[in-house]
C-alpha cells in the first residue's frame, strides 16, 4: 500500500494556460474525492467518483474545469485558462467504502500557482 | 448550509500542557463529525471520529465528544508532545447528502521544548 499518489508536486503555470493533475489512489479503492485548499483554509469539496462515474460536483467547479476517472483508476483534473484564483492546493482522496464507514485516505497534494 | 468554525489559530503551548481546540458546527440532522491532522509535508489524516451525540472519538491520546446541544465537537489532549506540531482540522459530513466532507479553516499547533 503506496497511499494516494499526486503528481506533480508543484506547478506553476502563466494565466490562460491549461493544467492538469493526476491522482493515483489506493489500488481497492473505489471512490475518489479532489478537494481544494487555499493558504489559510480548510479543503473545499470539488467533486467525487464513484469508480469511473462523476456522482457529485461542487459550484466551485466552473466550466474551466473538469475531472476524469476513464477506468475507475487514476483520475485527472484539468484547468484550462487559468486565472491568479485557481492558485491553490489540490487535494486528491480515496477511500473503499460508503458512508457510514468510510475513510478517507488523502495525498500530499499538487501545489498550483498561477503566475 | 453546513459549516465549521474553529477557533482562531494559531496556538503554541510547551510541552506537556493541556490542548483544547474549539469547533463548532452548523448542521441539520445528526452529521458525523472528524478530526484531521496534517503533518508538514504530508497528507491530511484521519485523527479521531463520532458518528451519534455523545459519542467521544479518541486516538493517540486526542479526545473528542459529539455534544449536540452545544453542537460543538472540541479536541482535548492531555499533555501535548513536540510530534503533535500540525494543523488540526474540524470536519463534518452531512447524514443525508451524500459524501462530501466540510472542514473548518484549521488550527496550526506548535509546541516548544
Known amino acids: 500500500d503506496t497511499g494516494v499518489s499526486q503528481n506533480p508536486r508543484h506547478k506553476i503555470t502563466k494565466r490562460g494556460q491549461n493544467v492538469t493533475f493526476r491522482c493515483d489512489p489506493i489500488?481497492?479503492?473505489?471512490?475518489l474525492y479532489w478537494y481544494r485548499q487555499t493558504l489559510g483554509q480548510g479543503p473545499e469539496f470539488l467533486t467525487y467518483?464513484?469508480?469511473?462515474?462523476?456522482?457529485?460536483k461542487s459550484r466551485l467547479l466552473s466550466d474551466r474545469f473538469s475531472a476524469e476517472r476513464p477506468k475507475g483508476s487514476f483520475s485527472t483534473l484539468e484547468i484550462q485558462r487559468t486565472e491568479q484564483g485557481d492558485s491553490a492546493m489540490y487535494l486528491c482522496?480515496?477511500?473503499?467504502?460508503?458512508?457510514?464507514?468510510?475513510?478517507?485516505?488523502f495525498g500530499s497534494g499538487t501545489q498550483l500557482s498561477v503566475l | 448550509g453546513n459549516s465549521v468554525t474553529q477557533m482562531e489559530g494559531p496556538v503554541t503551548l510547551s510541552e506537556e500542557a493541556f490542548l483544547t481546540i474549539n469547533c463548532t458546527y452548523t448542521?441539520?440532522?445528526?452529521?458525523?463529525l472528524f478530526w484531521y491532522v496534517q503533518y508538514p509535508g504530508e497528507g491530511l489524516q484521519l485523527l479521531l471520529k463520532?458518528?451519534?451525540?455523545?459519542d467521544k472519538g479518541s486516538n493517540k491520546g486526542f479526545e473528542a465528544t459529539y455534544r449536540k446541544e452545544t453542537t460543538s465537537f472540541h479536541l482535548e489532549k492531555g499533555s501535548v508532545q513536540v510530534s503533535d506540531s500540525a494543523v488540526y482540522f474540524c470536519?463534518?459530513?452531512?447524514?443525508?447528502?451524500?459524501?462530501?466532507?466540510?472542514f473548518g479553516e484549521g488550527t496550526q499547533l506548535t509546541v516548544n521544548p
Open positions: 482522496a480515496s477511500s473503499e467504502t460508503g458512508v457510514p464507514n468510510e475513510k478517507l485516505f
Open positions: 489500488s481497492e479503492h473505489n471512490r
Open positions: 467518483f464513484q469508480n469511473e462515474a462523476q456522482l457529485e
Open positions: 448542521a441539520t440532522g445528526y452529521p458525523s
Open positions: 463520532a458518528t451519534k451525540a455523545d
Open positions: 470536519a463534518l459530513r452531512p447524514e443525508t447528502s451524500g459524501s462530501r466532507l466540510t
